[in-house]
């Protein structure tokens, strides 16, 4: 079975940082793609920034390019954001998530396996 763990967020003033980390363990064999994404008080879900198994293709929301940083050690199963100049309206609960999703990389719904969340809270 796949866990998915969050860590990293928290409270922080705008124009500061933060580095989210996330920890999937019980992958099996395949090509795993894994994302971030975030959900703000009354927002839907919406992805934030993913990246594709052999880490050819990235994706990041309009709102976060040049920002925000995806990476992943794949030896380790683990995955990060740098989150820079941070601005009050990226406050919400932030969400990793795995799953063999392939071209579909921005679907929410292809992602099978979720972390509880990690708070990311951004005062102005």
């Known amino acids: 079975q796949v866990q998915v763990q969050e860590s990293g967020g928290g409270l922080v003033q705008a124009g500061g940082s933060l580095r989210l980390s996330c920890t999937a363990s019980?992958?099996?064999?395949?090509?795993?793609?894994m994302g971030w994404f975030r959900q703000g008080a009354g927002k839907a879900r919406e992805g934030v920034s993913c990246?594709?198994?052999?880490?050819?293709?990235?994706f990041y929301h309009a709102n976060v390019k040049g920002r925000f940083t995806i990476s992943q050690d794949r030896a380790r199963n683990m995955l990060y954001l740098q989150m820079n100049r941070l601005k009050p309206e990226d406050t919400a609960m932030y969400y990793c998530?795995?799953?063999?999703?392939?071209?579909?990389?921005?679907?929410?719904?292809?992602?099978?396996?979720w972390g509880q969340g990690t708070q990311v809270t951004v005062s102005s």
């Open positions: 998530a795995t799953g063999m999703v392939g071209d579909r990389i921005l679907e929410i719904s292809e992602y099978t396996s």
């Open positions: 019980g992958l099996t064999d395949g090509d795993y793609d």
């Open positions: 990246i594709s198994a052999n880490g050819a293709i990235t």
